[in-house]
């Protein structure tokens, strides 16, 4: 990715801190406040670049003997690679080096939350590099048991619950040809209902609607030989994130969930009891979500979701035409790891 010149906050912010008659300590520190601060609500990538810029001045400036400072340095530096949108794992390789050198100084110096959020997002790193084929993901699912050793649901409930979403989405990335693949499903829905238990719908709104979303694709996707069931629950699930998901406030988390719930309802008979009557209905309730979503993506630029949803709606026009419906897998809208 191309770097640009550096903007006027960021220089400003150089100049100001050359300009501090403070001390060297004092000039580190608020070298890290000024990144930390325009990293934390980036209006574009170049601000990424530009507090990344801030955190290699501070450490420049940081004596060589203060190494626990140095590592919390490249730690947040690491995270400002992380968050850069790339097309290629230049800047994850980045942020992995960088976490992965300053974990066993925090570790010797630092508070054992500081290692596990560092871990927590190591695994995020890992994870994305594993879709390059960059890393392995059970590294990935190794650095989130370890961060959980610390992130646990009484003391921390809010990162256990991340974390658990994230093992369950690892689990659900590997390779599903085996025996053993079922049981890593098995281990990535008992991650979601795992992380339910310590979310609720009041106190953490965001990370509660992530979970059922993801849970209702879990269950809907995974083998089972109790499908209908699973997609029962599965729309138990996406009703209680539609609680939160809304088009306004919320367009493309929302769109994501009414694209899964009509994904459920195509494969879901009018009458449980007497399910060789077909699924007409079913059938006509999943056209108007899937439209609502097409609509959604069109307007956010969501090409690629824009036309799968599309062929969906094509193949469900010949499905009411004929009165059978197709054999529909795939994966969901909007599984999401933070």
Do not use: W
Not at 26 to 32: G, P, R
Not at 146 to 168: G, T, W
Not at 251 to 266: G, Q, V
Not at 309 to 328: F, K, P
Request: hydrophobic share 40%; aromatic share 6%; proline share 4%.
């Amino acid at each position: 990715m191309q770097i640009n010149l550096p903007d006027h906050e960021f220089l400003q912010a150089l100049r100001m801190v050359e300009e501090e008659k403070i001390s060297q300590e004092d000039k580190v520190e608020m070298l890290i406040q000024i990144a930390m601060g325009i990293q934390r609500k980036p209006k574009s990538p170049q601000q990424l670049f530009n507090a990344i810029k801030l955190y290699d001045a501070a450490l420049e400036r940081c004596p060589k003997s203060e190494s626990l400072i140095i590592a919390r340095i490249e730690a947040r530096q690491g995270t400002a690679y992380q968050a850069i949108p790339d097309n290629s794992p230049e800047s994850l390789l980045k942020a992995q080096a960088l976490f992965e050198k300053a974990i066993p100084v925090l570790e010797q110096q630092g508070l054992a939350e500081e290692v596990a959020e560092v871990e927590m997002n190591l695994g995020l790193v890992l994870q994305a590099l594993a879709g390059f084929n960059k890393a392995l993901i059970t590294d990935c699912i190794s650095a989130y048991q370890r961060s959980l050793k610390v992130f646990n649901r009484n003391k921390f409930p809010k990162e256990y619950a991340i974390l658990q979403n994230n093992l369950a989405t690892a689990f659900l990335s590997i390779a599903m040809n085996d025996e053993r693949g079922k049981i890593r499903e098995a281990l990535a829905v008992q991650s979601f209902e795992t992380a339910l238990e310590v979310v609720n719908l009041v106190d953490h709104p965001i990370e509660y609607a992530m979970l059922q979303n993801n849970l209702g694709n879990a269950l809907q996707y995974t083998s089972s030989s109790h499908p209908v069931e699973n997609n029962l629950r599965a729309l138990e699930a996406y009703t209680e994130a539609l609680k939160v998901r809304n088009a306004n406030d919320m367009p493309l988390e929302y769109a994501n969930t009414i694209a899964n719930k009509a994904n459920c309802l195509r494969n879901l008979p009018d009458d449980l009891e007497n399910p060789q009557s077909g699924n007409q209905q079913n059938l006509s309730k999943a056209r108007t979500l899937y439209r609502k979503a097409q609509q959604i993506f069109t307007q956010h630029g969501e090409i690629s979701k824009e036309t799968t949803v599309q062929e969906i709606l094509s193949e469900i026009e010949q499905e009411l035409g004929t009165g059978h419906a197709g054999s529909r897998n795939g994966k969901g809208f909007g599984v999401a790891r933070i």
